[in-house]
T-cell receptor, first 109, second 113 residues
Framework: QKEVEQDPGPLSVPEGAIVSLNCTYS??????FMWYRQYSRKGPELLMY????GNKEDGRFTAQVDKSSKYISLFIRDSQPSDSATYLC?????????FGTGTSLTVIP | EPEVTQTPSHQVTQMGQEVILRCVPI?????FYWYRQILGQKVEFLVS????????KSEIFDDQFSVERPDGSNFTLKIRSTKLEDSAMYFC???????????FGEGSRLTVL
């Protein structure tokens, strides 16, 4: 079983839609969770960082963590064409980061 | 805004040649990392570095790989004898603290012919 599971998509939504991206994990040692956005042939860009169960909001982005279910989500409200990218979840155990495979998102104008 | 910078952005090399990829982490960060991403695949951990020594490394990081912090600013990844399968995007990253946010550079694309 992979440490981190993420649906690779691709996911295609119309502009203005709410997007839900999800990751599940198996290792209870994961305590810190991040979401990254990666444009084609660019480095991952940190969007959200959280360490507790519950919701964290930043503008149009909301990160949700459910440690009891080992499940994290990223919601994007009012999606824009500029949100078209690959979204990676990442988790920390020790000081090693584990990444999901990434979900490819296209927002259609 | 502080950022991680990497050079070169793209390097083409012949199989068997040595390659050095360079990174300048964010200045007040203490933890440094190399990751790689083969085209279309996931980001894979290679190595983490703290206090002038390797703290963790993955199975990918074999004897052909080495890292160094030769001065107070640069962090390098050396591949001693490149193989075709080393072709990938190599990302340097840094963080301020042990479980801190990880900030990535733009990557160095390595093509081995």
């Amino acid at each position: 079983q992979k440490e981190v599971e993420q649906d690779p998509g691709p996911l295609s939504v119309p502009e203005g839609a709410i997007v839900s991206l999800n990751c599940t994990y198996s290792n209870s040692a994961f305590q810190y969770f991040m979401w990254y956005r990666q444009y084609s042939r660019k480095g991952p860009e940190l969007l959200m960082y959280t360490y507790s169960s519950g919701n964290k909001e930043d503008g149009r982005f909301t990160a949700q963590v459910d440690k009891s279910s080992k499940y994290i989500s990223l919601f994007i409200r009012d999606s824009q064409p500029s949100d078209s990218a690959t979204y990676l979840c990442a988790m920390i155990a020790g000081n090693q980061f584990y990444f999901g495979t990434g979900t490819s998102l296209t927002v259609i104008p | 805004e502080p950022e991680v910078t990497q050079t070169p952005s793209h390097q083409v090399t012949q199989m068997g040649q040595e390659v050095i990829l360079r990174c300048v982490p964010i200045s007040n960060h203490l933890y440094f990392y190399w990751y790689r991403q083969i085209l279309g695949q996931k980001v894979e951990f290679l190595v983490s570095f703290y206090n002038n020594e390797i703290s963790e490394k993955s199975e990918i990081f074999d004897d052909q790989f080495s890292v160094e912090r030769p001065d107070g600013s640069n962090f390098t990844l050396k591949i001693r004898s490149t193989k075709l399968e080393d072709s990938a995007m190599y990302f340097c990253a840094s963080s301020e603290r042990y479980t801190g946010e990880l900030f990535f550079g733009e990557g160095s694309r390595l093509t081995v012919l």
